[in-house]
């Protein structure tokens, strides 16, 4: 088992930046591919981004390509999301997630279904 603890959710103006953390306990941190997703009101669940076990491997969703950045430090147990030049559209909760499941592909871990495990998810309001 692995428990994810999310922080760093906040209200923040558009164009803004915000940092998102996730910290693991239990089990092996560096043998777990993370993944970040996220809910607006109303809507489904979406995939966020997603970085593979060493870090080396990213892949993100076209709608926060190039505005978002995932990253890990396994020595903390940490994964990260930096969210730069918000937009309102980005408001959401936040979840991040860990799979123990292993791909080919970053493509396959967009999917909610590859992964075990998932935090309570911290909210991030970004106003116009």
């Known amino acids: 088992q692995v428990q994810l603890v999310e922080s760093g959710g906040a209200l923040v103006q558009a164009g803004g930046s915000l940092s998102l953390s996730c910290t693991a306990s239990?089990?092996?941190?560096?043998?777990?591919?993370m993944g970040w997703f996220r809910q607006a009101p109303g809507k489904e669940r979406e995939f966020v981004a997603t970085i593979s076990r060493s870090g080396g491997s990213t892949y993100y969703a076209d709608s926060v390509k190039g505005r978002f950045t995932i990253s890990r430090d396994n020595a903390k147990n940490t994964v990260y999301l930096q969210m730069n030049s918000l937009k309102p559209e980005d408001t959401a909760v936040y979840y991040c997630?860990?799979?123990?499941?292993?791909?080919?592909?970053?493509?396959?871990?967009?999917?909610?279904?590859?992964?075990?495990?998932w935090g309570q998810g911290t909210q991030v309001t970004v106003s116009s």
């Open positions: 997630a860990g799979s123990i499941f292993s791909y080919s592909s970053s493509r396959y871990y967009t999917e909610q279904g590859k992964y075990n495990f």
């Open positions: 239990g089990r092996s941190f560096s043998s777990t591919t």
